[in-house]
């Protein structure tokens, strides 16, 4: 990663990272997958979503969000959408270009209680830099393809950033407990 950026000023949560046998991360890869970690358990902050280009994608079955207004808004809404969010298992597969990992985590949905268990594998892309390019979020190591799905997740990546402040400024963001 050519910034100067450390995991103590990004505040990164996940720092016990697993990962397969014989697989090793660097430094810069540790930073990258332990911010993710934390995006997927709803653990948003302006700084750790500074590793992603401005032009990134995040996409998993529901969402196709390309740019940072977009790609922000999914990960904020996670506070809103859900009451627990429970990391169960995650293990990083390989440590190329994209970096896969395994992950299962455990939902709550706020104001229903039910709870949703999604097992993943995630890719997480990089550019030339080091920064996030793009994450996929295969759910059982799937994306769903087809016209009307498609129009779906894009459909809803123009909606949740409607419904969902993401904070202006890192002192907006320290006030949703971030």
Request: no cysteine; aromatic share 10%.
């Given at each position: 990663m050519s910034t100067s950026t450390s995991t103590s000023n990004l505040n990164i949560e996940t720092k016990d990272i697993q990962t397969a046998p014989g697989v090793s991360l660097t430094d810069s890869q540790r930073t990258v997958v332990g911010s993710i970690l934390d995006l997927f358990a709803g653990?948003?902050?302006?700084?750790?979503?500074?590793?992603?280009?401005?032009?990134?994608?995040?996409?998993?079955?529901?969402?196709?969000?390309?740019?940072?207004?977009?790609?922000?808004?999914?990960?904020?809404g996670l506070q809103q959408a859900f009451s627990e969010?429970?990391?169960?298992?995650?293990?990083?597969?390989?440590?190329?270009?994209?970096?896969?990992?395994?992950?299962?985590?455990?939902?709550?949905?706020?104001?229903?209680?039910?709870e949703q268990t999604i097992q993943s594998l995630v890719a997480i892309h990089l550019d030339g830099e080091g920064k996030i390019q793009k994450v996929e979020d295969k759910w059982d190591g799937e994306l769903p393809e087809g016209a009307i799905t498609n129009a779906f997740r894009k459909l809803n990546s123009v909606t949740v950033p409607k419904l969902v402040s993401v904070p202006k400024d890192e002192a907006e963001d320290a006030k949703k407990g971030n």
């Open positions: 653990r948003p902050t302006l700084p750790k979503l500074a590793l992603w280009r401005d032009d990134a994608t995040f996409v998993d079955p529901l969402t196709i969000a390309t740019g940072r207004d977009k790609y922000a808004a999914q990960w904020y969010i429970e990391r169960l298992h995650h293990s990083v597969k390989d440590a190329g270009n994209p970096i896969l990992l395994d992950l299962k985590t455990r939902y709550v949905i706020k104001g229903i209680g039910k």
